[in-house]
Nanobody
Framework: VQLQASGGGLVQAGDSLRLSCAAS????????MAWFRQAPRKEREFVAG????????IYSDFVRGRFTISREDAKNTAYLQMDSLKAEDTAVYYC???????????????????WGQGTQVTVSS
């Protein structure tokens, strides 16, 4: 399965963006999905994850209450709704898939076996 992230852009602090992660070459069914981000000179960090049935979601503390992860398997797409954006949210955002049938999303990048190419989010203050 190939993943392609889109929806990034340049916005002002307080604005919203919705990122999409479209799968091709296979189904998202049975795939646990997550979003990570990487800012310049920083390590890739976990943002949010959703179980393969959508019943379980987890968030990093720095986005909880502002970001919402969701999935629409009929469209082979996962989403990250980002509200109340802050300058410190500026980063390249990556979607990732885990087909291990793990129930709870992992916060560790190496747990994921497929990655999108990344989409740039820039928030001006």
């Amino acid at each position: 399965v190939q993943l392609q992230a889109s929806g990034g852009g340049l916005v002002q602090a307080g604005d919203s963006l919705r990122l999409s992660c479209a799968a091709s070459g296979g189904s998202l069914g049975g795939t646990l999905m997550a979003w990570f981000r990487q800012a310049p000179r920083k390590e890739r960090e976990f943002v949010a994850g959703i179980s393969w049935r959508g019943g379980s979601t987890i968030y990093s503390d720095f986005v909880r209450g502002r970001f919402t992860i969701s999935r629409e398997d009929a469209k082979n797409t996962a989403y990250l709704q980002m509200d109340s954006l802050k300058a410190e949210d500026t980063a390249v955002y990556y979607c990732a898939g885990d087909r291990s049938l793990r129930y709870t999303p992992s916060r560790i990048p190496s747990a994921y076996d497929s990655w999108g190419q990344g989409t740039q989010v820039t928030v001006s203050s």
